[in-house]
């Protein structure tokens, strides 16, 4: 019987999309599961976790064209202390650009490891526009997706699947404006302080 551990490598992990995600795909999960969101101070207890379970799934977003900071830092952990039991390892990424093609070096990044360090590499799902997605009418796309995702890790199988908002790039830039100015606003910042290259106001 599958046995998994969802770990959100989100560097925000309680308020993240990844967390979003993760909460979707266990509603889609039919077998037993435990969640846990990454901290430095875990690693030891997910590692002892991993041990006892068929599968891991990592959830987090894209971070420069890579793996989160947490993330990286959980993966050399289990480098130098894994568990002798290797776990299958799938992914669930999502990243800010429509293109879900924008997320395939970070994983490669993780099928490196898995190759490097004796883990089986499972399934995976890179999903497009993952910052807004959820909140258009396109958020069944992604509900779709996570459920195929359950059902190849479920049945074992090395499925790699994508999925994004069937916009063209000009729509997107232009919904993607809106959405920031909004969250700009919702924020204190108007569209001219985004974007300036000043971090903060200067005194």
């Known amino acids: 019987m599958v046995k998994l551990l969802i770990v959100n490598g989100s560097p925000r992990a309680p308020r993240s999309n990844s967390r979003r995600y993760a909460e979707l795909f ?3 999960w039919k077998g037993e599961a435990r969640y846990a969101a990454l901290t430095a101070k875990n690693h030891a207890e997910l590692a002892a976790a991993a041990a006892e379970c068929t599968d891991l799934l990592l959830v987090f977003p ?5 793996l989160p900071a947490p993330l990286l830092r959980f993966l050399e952990f289990l480098e130098g202390a894994g568990p002798e039991h290797r776990p299958r390892i799938s992914v669930l990424i999502n990243c800010g650009f429509l ?3 924008q997320n395939d070096v970070a994983v490669d990044m993780v099928r490196l490891f898995c190759l490097e360090n004796g883990y089986p590499f499972g399934a995976c799902l890179k999903i497009g526009g993952g910052e807004a997605i959820l909140g258009t009418p396109f ?8 459920r195929a995702l359950a059902r190849a890790i479920a049945a074992g199988q090395s499925t ?3 999925v994004t908002m069937p916009l063209s790039p000009r729509a997107f830039v232009r919904a993607s404006t809106r959405y920031w100015a909004q969250m700009g606003a919702a924020n204190g910042c108007t569209p001219e302080q985004m ?3 000043d971090i903060e106001p200067q005194p």
């Open 160 to 162: 790699e699947l994508a």
């Open 99 to 101: 293109e879900p093609h």
């Open 195 to 197: 974007a300036s290259m």
């Open 26 to 28: 266990q509603a889609r």
């Open 62 to 66: 894209l971070y420069a064209d890579g």
């Open 139 to 146: 958020a069944f796309l992604v509900r779709r997706s996570i």
